[in-house]
């Protein structure tokens, strides 16, 4: 089985802006840098939706990702200590009796 070809950050930017501002056409840079034309389509994709975060690179997450996994952390703790109290709970009605 082949390894995927990966690509830096600069050379996504730099065959992007062979569209975008040298006026290539997608199959044409496509064709010149030796990638799929589709690729290249998802490249400018990507970078017109992320708003700079495009090709972030790995373990990079947006500030949304980091949101998400900070609350889902936090959501867990919650659950432990609700968790502990209910057992506390039940601890003490029993011995109440």
């Known amino acids: 089985m082949s390894k995927r070809k990966t690509y830096s950050k600069e050379f996504k930017l730099d065959a992007i802006a ?14 010149n840098l030796g990638v799929s034309q589709t690729q290249l389509g ?3 994709k990507a970078a017109e939706d992320d708003d700079g975060q495009a090709f972030r ?11 998400i996994r900070r ?21 003490f009605a029993k011995e109440a009796k």
């Open 57 to 67: 690179g790995n373990g990079k997450l947006t500030p949304e990702q980091l949101e």
């Open 18 to 31: 062979l569209v975008t501002e040298q006026g290539y056409s997608q199959a044409e840079a496509a064709r």
């Open 42 to 44: 998802r490249w400018i």
């Open 71 to 91: 609350l889902k952390a936090e959501n867990k703790r919650l659950e432990m200590e609700r968790d502990i109290l209910k057992k506390a709970t039940a601890f």
